[in-house]
């Protein structure tokens, strides 16, 4: 189990880009059994990178795991 940790909640997404139409879903604040796969990457802007990884559960796309100088978007003991 994960817990979504932002109060907006986490939006799945169709690519890893916070990008214009690529939102799929928002999984609202909460505890969720995500199916992660081994597809992960890493986007640069800037002097920011972000840490990104594909689902196949609850919802299949790509979520944010942070950013650098941010903070994390899931949490719990059990995540990943």
């Keep these: 189990m994960c817990e979504v940790l932002p109060s907006e909640g986490l939006v799945v997404r169709s690519q890893p880009s916070v990008s214009e139409g690529t939102a799929l879903y928002t999984l609202p604040k909460g505890n969720y059994q995500f199916q992660f796969t081994n597809n992960h990457v890493t ?9 990104w990884a594909y689902i196949t559960a609850p919802y299949a796309g790509w ?15 059990e995540c990943g």
């Design 43 to 51: 986007t640069r802007s800037g002097d920011s990178e972000r840490y």
């Design 63 to 77: 979520i944010s795991l942070g950013a650098t100088g941010g903070t994390f978007n899931l949490g719990g003991r």
